[in-house]
DNA sequence: CAAGCATATTTGCTAAATGCAACTAACTTG
DNA sequence: CAAGTTAGTTGCATTTAGCAAATATGCTTG
């Protein structure tokens, strides 16, 4: 055969802290890069993980102590300059959650140099969130579970970097479909309430990465 | 550390064969599978390997003696169940080229049993074309260097599986300005001569996918 | 060589989608 | 109960897409 590859998950998690988009890190405790920040990941353990995406979650599981609505893969960055050890692969994966969860977060504009080629993952991923967010409803993946259409507005404009017209962007959430009124409830406050929503549970079977193994989430994928 | 796990690189090289979506595929020589088709793809070689991506154009020209002009990382398939040699992971990249070149093509739509989850992995990148088709001129290099609108035209139907409107269809791709006029070239035939085009020569870089070492080929990424 | 044919390319119009701004609605506070 | 603030809607101008017809250009044929 031939001489044996690092394969690892990394998980680039990502919420809203007060307005901005942030990504979980963890403080590496051991070499290579001990001190430094990376993203919570680690080895497949192939006894435990019957493909990558279980070992995302457990990943996120025993590091972060979550389990995230929104996970998808991202893309594997493989080679041999990424990690001194030697030839190494890492299945990331990028994961939405609300901004209620304990954790350590970091703005993704204001990141310090991070271990192995994380900054590079990480980058990848906020790509891929404001290009998917173009044309879907993942955005709301980084607000509670309820929210109000001004809310969600607002994130969206986070995530994409530009104002959206109101009157436009609730015909297009309209349209898509996606959202169910929870009926009779509202956001009270000083001024006239808002409607509240939710995502529709909708059973989405995301095509493109799914793996031989039947996919036990039942909100996931896009 | 953890048990071996075996990382491999496959390809879905996709061309067209009278007007048809095919895929390169090759009749495995050794077990497991031996005697089933299967995408051309093998181990990555730590030492000739830079990264996945050089594993990619090198299992391509060992294996087909093609270097495409067109070649993106699509997803990592990996799981316990997709090898019965163990725990593996296929780092599965998908590419376009012209239809001169020879090999052993079959039609996207007829595939019998594939070694492996090969049909899987080219469901997901047919899936890939497709939608990127519904924005940019990737199906332009399932064409020769060189094109009319009206071939263009039809491939994107192909890919699409609907037809399109000839004067929008012109408008969008004039408006992409992603195509240079071959000046003074024309399609002679028994009617009147079609402009030719060809690609414009542009250097994109894929942040999504681009490893640490920069990429060396030019055309190439979206 | 003129008429007819086949395909290329453009043009004009209709319908749909989008963007902008003003308007109405509902609630709180003084 | 008037003023202020945010929610939600409506009307219209602008842009974009879809459809059909017209025009352009070369070849073939009588």
């Known amino acids: 055969m031939y001489p044996p590859i690092i394969v690892t998950v990394d998980v680039v ?4 802290c007060l307005d901005v988009l942030c990504v979980a890190l963890i403080r590496r405790p051991n070499a290579p890069f001990a001190g430094e920040l990376a993203l919570p990941g680690g080895y497949v353990h192939a006894q435990e993980d019957g493909n990558a995406e279980d070992a995302a979650y457990r990943i996120l599981r025993e590091k972060m102590g979550i389990r995230p609505p929104y996970l998808e893969q991202l893309a ?7 990690d001194p050890r030697g030839w190494s692969a890492s299945i990331a994966y990028f994961a939405l959650v609300s901004p209620t969860t304990e954790a350590t977060w970091q703005p993704v ?5 991070l271990a192995f080629d994380h900054a590079a993952i990480i980058q990848a991923a906020v ?3 404001r290009s ?10 980084l607000l ?9 507005q607002k994130i ?30 509202f956001q009270i406050g000083n001024q006239r ?12 079977f995301d095509r493109t990465l799914s793996q031989s193994a039947p996919r036990k989430t039942g909100r996931s994928g896009q």
């Open 13 to 16: 998690l990502m919420t809203l």
């Open 76 to 82: 594997t960055f493989a080679g041999d300059q990424r």
């Open 109 to 113: 504009n204001e990141l310090k140099t």
């Open 127 to 129: 790509d891929r969130l």
């Open 132 to 141: 998917k967010s173009a044309y879907s409803v993942l955005p709301a993946y």
């Open 144 to 152: 509670p579970e309820t929210f109000t259409l001004a809310e969600l």
């Open 156 to 185: 969206y404009e986070q995530v994409l970097g530009s104002p959206l017209d109101k009157s436009s962007f609730r015909r297009k959430i309209k349209e898509l479909d996606l959202l169910d009124q929870v009926a009779g409830s």
């Open 193 to 204: 309430p808002a409607q509240i929503y939710r995502l529709k549970k909708m059973m989405t």
